[in-house]
């Protein structure tokens, strides 16, 4: 016999935890404590997210290696998640209101992760990436509803895979999930210009103040988003145990829009270097030279990128991201020259801009003695 279609299992908050969830309500109501597990918890956008948690009252759980300091206020549990077995043994069967995931990269993440929590969470928030969505756009203005599709990076299309899987365990099996896009995210850490060192991000300050030149993508005037990790916490926070949220998706980012050149020469003006040479340089050229950048520009950032965050500030009253990026990248510079020992530099970096900006300008200069040879001499009066 055909078997008939499999009844979906209704969402409900883990056993106990009943009184978080206000009846007839979507919102968080008074009564004992979240119970939240954060996987992760110590990078950029997941610290911000747990000192806030742990600010406004919550009970914080952070399961990682441990490789990182602790955030005052939330306990560890130190295993690696990456290794099969590892965190159900440290876990065991206690069940959390909410688990935020900020280190699933790949389908088989999601997998693992889906054995693991399956029965044991009210609310699984999965971190994808704004990035996702389609490249090129059709319309200047992101939305949730804009379709998710990049050919250009393996990253993205990743996170794209892992939203699949994990709506359908939400529609086949009721598994109660939510999922986060943030777009390019920073903090103390991190100087979040386009053409810079990820790891070593100081990099790009050390070359303004000693004069030497940074590569900006195109013509520097298209649109970009970039969002303090104090504001993504805000929208992210305000929707755990908010039982509304389960089965949708958010982007949460800033809503300045700031060009290229903009965000160049704020920086600039942060790192005591107004006078800073910036070269502009076409993303396919770059691609061309350093094909390690494809995802991260033509798959990235050399697009415009203007978000409505509209949908996060019903969900969540009150959502406003309120640091602009001239103020959050003077406090990420002070951050930087408060410790001497935090101002890595990556010189293998800087020596393939520099290589990318002598073959540019030799090729421009070629390019303009060809259309523009020298002026014929005038002819002389007979």
Request: net charge positive; hydrophobic share 40%.
């Amino acid at each position: 016999m055909h078997a008939g279609p499999r009844r979906k299992r209704e969402w409900a908050p883990p056993p106990g935890n009943s009184g978080l969830y206000g009846p007839g309500s979507d919102a968080l109501s008074s009564g004992p404590r979240m119970n939240i597990l954060f996987v992760g918890g110590t990078g950029i956008i997941s610290t911000a997210c747990t000192e806030l948690a742990v600010a406004r009252g919550l009970k914080v759980t952070l399961l990682n290696r441990s490789l990182r300091d602790p955030v005052p206020g939330a306990r560890t549990i130190t295993a690696d998640v990456s290794v099969a077995g590892a965190a159900a043994r440290e876990l065991g069967g206690t069940q959390w209101d909410a688990v935020v995931d900020f280190i699933s990269f790949t389908p088989s993440d999601v997998e693992a992760r889906l054995r693991l929590f399956s029965g044991k969470v009210g609310q699984y928030v999965f971190v994808s990436s704004a990035s996702a969505y389609q490249k090129p756009l059709t319309h200047y203005l992101i939305t949730e509803s804009t379709p998710l599709a990049n050919p250009l990076w393996d990253y993205s299309r990743n996170k794209i895979a892992c939203e699949e899987r994990l709506l359908k365990a939400y529609r086949e099996e009721g598994f109660p999930v939510t999922i986060i896009r943030p777009s390019l995210t920073y903090g103390n850490t991190v100087v979040p210009l386009a053409v810079n060192s990820w790891q070593r991000s100081f990099t790009a300050v050390d070359r303004m103040r000693r004069g030497l030149p940074l590569i900006i993508p195109g013509d520097g005037l298209s649109l970009w988003t970039i969002t303090h990790n104090s504001d993504l916490a805000k929208g992210l926070v305000g929707l755990l145990g908010h039982a509304g949220a389960i089965g949708h998706a958010f982007h949460i980012t800033s809503d300045e829009a700031l060009t290229w050149d903009q965000i160049y020469g704020m920086t600039a003006e942060a790192a005591g270097a107004p006078d800073a040479r910036f070269v502009h340089i076409a993303s396919d050229f770059i691609t061309a030279c350093i094909p390690a950048m494809t995802g991260t520009l033509l798959g990235d950032k050399s697009h415009s990128a203007v978000f409505d965050n509209s949908k996060i500030r019903r969900f969540v009253p009150g959502f406003e991201a309120t640091t602009r990026y001239r103020e959050g990248i003077a406090r990420t510079v002070a951050w930087f020259d408060a410790e001497p020992a935090r101002q890595q530099v990556d010189p293998e970096a800087g020596a393939a801009w520099d290589r990318l900006i002598a073959a540019y300008e030799r090729g421009a200069a070629a390019a303009v003695a060809k259309f523009r040879p020298a002026a014929r001499r005038p002819r002389q009066r007979q």
